[in-house]
């Protein structure tokens, strides 16, 4: 199946600080998302992005589809957008699902 | 409001019991899913339905079963067969291959 990796695995930022997180992917896919798990458990959708970038306020994202790989930037970041960053993807066929990389653990100190 | 729904929020279960997560949606999406996660992990699907009356199995479908009699409801059932059961299991639902939507997830102890 593919394979999805995520780095770093952890980061730690000063509040105001940019951070860039990174997702590479093995294989063509239809679907890929950010997710932000916050401490709660629930999963905030980011982006859906597939190919092209894409911005919402502080955060941005771009994916690479030909290079399989995908960028999330966080600018001027804030206490509130710790928590962990998760990427996943589908597999390009017809089935839906996703598979999801093991994803950053975020924190952002005062 | 529109949303995906799962209840309960926390569970407790004893060893030898099975136990029934729910999880419903009025997006009028068409699939639904199934994931579990285990503490600093990523989440694993378990079972999707693409279609009502249909389903099949994800990555790590052993020890569970679904069913899908509506649109808007997916259950799961944890069963005893199911040897490591405690874990966070999130509920998601799509139209088509298109942007998947969580729910707020259950938390299941074994006792």
């Known amino acids: 199946g593919i394979q999805v990796e995520q780095s770093p695995p952890d980061l730690i930022l000063q509040e105001g600080a940019n951070s860039t997180l990174r997702c590479n992917f093995s294989d063509s896919v239809n679907n890929l998302q950010w997710f932000h798990q916050n401490p709660w458990g629930q999963l905030i959708n980011l982006f859906y992005i597939p190919s092209g970038t894409k911005q919402n306020g502080r955060l941005s994202a771009t994916t690479v589809a030909t290079e399989r790989y995908s960028l999330l930037y966080i600018s001027s970041s804030q206490t509130t957008d710790s928590g962990v960053y998760f990427c996943a993807v589908d597999d390009g066929g017809s089935n839906y699902k996703l598979t999801f990389g093991k994803g950053t653990l975020l924190t952002v100190n005062p | 409001d529109g949303g995906i729904t799962q209840s309960p929020k926390y569970l407790f279960r004893k060893e030898g019991q099975n136990v029934t997560l729910s999880c419903e949606q009025n997006?009028?999406?068409?699939?639904m899913y199934w994931y579990r996660q285990d503490p600093g992990q990523g989440l694993r699907l378990i079972y999707y339905?693409?279609?009502?009356?249909?389903?099949q199995k994800g990555d790590i479908a052993e020890g569970y079963s679904v069913s899908r009699e509506k649109k808007e409801s997916f259950p799961l059932t944890v069963t005893s067969a199911q040897k490591n059961p405690t874990a966070f299991y999130l509920c998601?639902?799509?139209?088509?291959?298109?942007?998947?939507?969580f729910g707020p997830g259950t938390r299941l102890t074994v006792l």
């Open positions: 998601a639902s799509s139209i088509g291959v298109w942007e998947q939507f």
């Open positions: 997006l009028n999406h068409d699939a």
């Open positions: 339905s693409q279609i009502v009356n249909d389903f």
